[in-house]
């Protein structure tokens, strides 16, 4: 696509709020309460309460409110993939961005200018969340989480099937996993059934509500029950899914000899899973990898690239290379790592 005037640098701001559209006077993600905010998706480093006015998928709209109650927003617009909405003198669209359930990429047109921000997002399958559509653009923001070479994500069914296999090898214990509340705990026990595992799978407290917003926005997970109340020895044979920080709580002492167990990209840094006593590691991540990354980069065909929250230069240098204008946007307020 060629580019035409006005350039999106002219009406696209950076500011200590955060990527501020100018002509329609609303920010995407803002890191600080907003008048008027455009959320790509329900992680707490994209989407804050305290807004006023918010523009979302309905999921997300779903699960800001689960979250933040009254605080997600005075006024809340619903807006479906590929449906556009005028804000001001922009057109704007959401489209899938295959993060997590209602995850989207925010389609900017002003004045013949097209800019893709894509917030977080994937190319991996998951049958929680509709899949990532590339979008042929004039600007592209991407993130940069996995942004480096190292980081080369293998399938996640195989990853499922580690954990299965370990299961069959160790039916005495029980097997904990350390999953993030939203989108990847779902994520892993969709994977699960798809692998034909039709046993319960038992759930931290602080897991339970999200997987039931879940369920009642119509994703299927089978069997799922709070590990409250179980019995100790009820546990042996069976998968536990619990947040990171739950692994070496005294929480976990209710579970009979678990293996520790881990989905997240950052599981290909061995030194991170023995920290944390991971026992057996899943290389599941909801972020693009590097080679995904290019090949993303390369599909939507942006003469120009900017590059955010995570391995910017990295990413900035190896797209200059390609003869595409690159440059790091070096947004604040996101976590690298918080969810992965």
């Known amino acids: 696509m060629v580019s035409s005037l006005p350039k999106p640098a002219s009406w696209l701001r950076v500011e200590p709020g955060g990527l501020h559209v100018v002509p ?43 979250r933040y109650g009254d605080q997600a927003g005075a006024s809340l617009q619903a807006l479906a993939y590929h449906e556009p909405v005028e804000i001001g003198e922009v057109s704007v669209r959401l489209v899938p961005a295959g993060h997590v359930l209602g995850s989207a990429q925010v389609v900017l047109e002003y004045r013949g200018s097209r800019v893709v921000v894509s917030g977080d997002y994937k190319r991996g399958a998951d049958p929680t969340c509709a899949p990532f559509e590339p979008v042929p653009c004039d600007v592209f923001i991407t993130e940069a989480t996995f942004g480096l070479p190292v980081f080369r994500h293998p399938p996640a069914g195989d990853e499922i099937a580690k954990l299965l296999n370990s299961v069959a090898l160790f039916p005495e214990r029980s097997h904990l996993v350390g999953v993030y509340s939203l989108g990847k705990c779902q994520r892993v026990i969709a994977l699960l059934r798809q692998a034909g595992y039709d046993r319960p799978i038992y759930l931290h407290g602080a897991l339970i509500a999200l997987t039931e917003l879940y369920q009642r926005l119509g ?17 042996r044979g069976e998968i536990v899914l619990a947040p990171p920080s739950a692994i070496a709580d005294r929480w976990s002492r209710r579970l009979p000899d678990p293996v520790v167990c881990a989905a997240s990209g950052w599981m290909r840094v061995r030194q ?34 900017w590059v955010t929250h995570g391995r910017e230069e990295a990413l900035v240098h190896q797209v200059s290379q390609s003869g595409r204008r690159a440059q790091a946007l070096s947004l604040v307020g996101f976590e690298e790592d918080a969810v992965d």
């Not at 995407?28 to 523009?55: C, K």
């Not at 799922?224 to 546990?235: H, I």
């Not at 290389?283 to 090949?295: F, G, M």
């Open 272 to 305: 991170r899973a023995r920290q944390r006593g991971v026992e057996l590691p899943m290389i599941i991540s909801d972020h693009a990898d590097w080679d995904e990354l290019l090949a993303t980069i390369d599909e939507v065909d942006a003469p120009e690239v």
């Open 24 to 66: 329609g006077d609303f920010y995407v993600d803002p890191v600080r309460p907003a008048d008027r905010a455009v959320i790509t998706h329900g992680h707490a480093d994209h989407a804050r309460p305290g807004n006023a006015s918010v523009l979302a998928t309905d999921q997300t709209l779903a699960i800001m409110r689960a």
């Open 219 to 235: 994703v299927r997970l089978g069997d799922v029950r709070p590990m409250a109340d179980v019995a100790k020895g009820d546990l």
